[in-house]
């Protein structure tokens, strides 16, 4: 079952601009992962947060989590044509589940 | 480096063929799993394992099963595979509550 939502499912921007994906889930999470996948390749992990953060930095890469709203976004600040690949985010569950569940993903284009 | 590897990038096999996907880890990592990746549908999970001979179904294990003799190998089988199982395939491992190693994927065509 899909936990995890993005929106946009695609989006094209300029080289140097930001990009923000976001991501809705339904119940209540243990955390959210972000994950990015360039084409035809395994996924690569970016950044955890918590149920109990509210935002979390990694360079260029910013996330935020409102549990109230189930949703989370990803900000890329300043992009290049390299970050050019497919982000996904997922999501742990309270309860101990060990699964994480993924949403479809948002492919991002970074144009030079 | 958390190193995940999978047994072959592209493999292209006969409808009706048993089918072996396997995946080696080599971070003593607990619990590995198997994903498959379709457009438009996004990362489903197959089955997954947090122990040797250890096993759970994901929400898709119809046709398929896995074996964990040891704790670094986790393989997919395809008892008979169809057109239908034609995708990527993706494994992972994790250690904990926390992120997820995947390897390269496998591309698998039934024809």
């Known amino acids: 079952s899909q936990q995890g939502e993005e929106d946009p499912q695609a989006l094209s921007i300029q080289e140097g601009e930001n990009a923000t994906m976001n991501c809705s889930y339904k119940?209540?999470?243990?955390?959210l992962q972000w994950y990015r996948q360039n084409s035809g390749r395994g996924l690569v992990h970016l950044i955890l947060?918590?149920?109990?953060?509210r935002e979390k930095h990694s360079g260029r890469l910013r996330v935020t989590l409102d549990t109230s709203k189930k949703s989370s976004s990803l900000l890329i600040t300043a992009s290049r044509a390299a970050d050019t690949a497919s982000y996904f985010c997922?999501?742990?569950?309270?309860?101990?589940?060990?699964?994480?569940?993924f949403g479809k993903g948002t492919k991002l284009t970074v144009n030079p | 480096d958390v190193k995940v590897t999978q047994s072959s990038r592209y493999l292209v096999k006969r409808t009706g063929e048993k089918v072996f996907l396997e995946c080696v880890q080599d971070?003593?990592?607990?619990?590995m799993f198997w994903y498959r990746q379709d457009p438009g549908l996004g990362l489903r999970l197959i089955y997954f394992?947090?122990?040797?001979?250890?096993?759970e179904k994901g929400d898709i294990p119809e046709g398929y099963s896995v074996s964990r003799e040891k704790k670094e190998r986790f393989s997919l089988i395809l008892e008979s595979a169809s057109t239908n199982q034609t995708s990527m395939y993706l494994c992972?491992?994790?250690?904990?509550?926390?992120?997820?190693?995947f390897g390269p994927g496998t591309r698998l065509t039934v024809t």
């Open positions: 971070m003593d990592h607990e619990n």
């Open positions: 947060i918590r149920s109990n953060e």
């Open positions: 992972a491992t994790r250690q904990g509550a926390f992120e997820q190693y």
């Open positions: 997922a999501t742990g569950s309270q309860g101990g589940s060990e699964k994480l569940v």
């Open positions: 394992s947090y122990d040797v001979k250890m096993k």
């Open positions: 119940t209540s999470i243990n955390n």
